[in-house]
Every structure is written in C-alpha cells, then in structure tokens.
Nanobody, 114 residues
Framework: QVQLVESGGGLVQPGGSLRLSCTAS????????MSWYRQVPGKEREFVAG????????TYGDFVEGRFSISRDNAKNTVYLQMHDLKLQDTAVYYC???????WGQGTQVTVSS
C-alpha cells in the first residue's frame, strides 16, 4: 500500500521558518523524483519544488525566490522542504508527490500569520 505522509506544518510568523517532511512507503522511493505542491482553497494546486531521483537537480516555483530548499534522504524514504522567510501568501496546504505518479500525500497545513 502506497503512503506519503507529510508532517512539519504549523503556524509561524512572517519571516519565520519551517521544515516539512514527507515519508514514503509502499513503492521504491529512490526510483522517483519527488515534488512539493501547495494549494489554497478555491485555487489550483501550485508547484513549489521538485527534486530528481538522486537529489542532484532541484527546480522551484518562481515565487520561491531562493527562500525554500528541497532535499531528500533515500535511506529514510523521506523528502524535505526547508522554508525560510515565510510570507503571508505562503499560507496553504502543502502536499508531496512522487513526480509524475498518482501518489500524493494528505497534505500538511502551513499558516503564516502575525
């Protein structure tokens, strides 16, 4: 049974930091690129960051502007999203996915508020 479980979301003040984690099971993690998306109610899901299978190549949404970093630990079947300098508009549910697959997590809420 495929599972992707996100964690690490929460409430943070503007300018703060969070690190999201996504732990996978039920498929061969190292054979997939991994991505993070986010969604605000009433809007389409938005690409945040993607990482190749080896972790050598990362891509980011334009809005990231150097504030986020995606990484992975294949030995732990886990992908991370380190977020710094969070802004009010970063408030969303963040999802991880095995890139190009139908495997998605349930999401973790990130709320940026003063």
């Amino acid at each position: 049974q495929v599972q992707l479980v996100e964690s690490g979301g929460g409430l943070v003040q503007p300018g703060g930091s969070l690190r999201l984690s996504c732990t996978a099971s039920g498929f061969f993690f190292a054979s997939y690129g991994m991505s993070w998306y986010r969604q605000v109610p009433g809007k389409e899901r938005e690409f945040v960051a993607g990482l190749s299978r080896s972790g050598a190549t990362a891509t980011y949404g334009d809005f990231v502007e150097g504030r986020f970093s995606i990484s992975r630990d294949n030995a732990k079947n886990t992908v991370y999203l380190q977020m710094h300098d969070l802004k009010l508009q970063d408030t969303a549910v963040y999802y991880c996915t095995a890139t190009g697959s139908s495997y998605w997590g349930q999401g973790t809420q990130v709320t940026v508020s003063s």
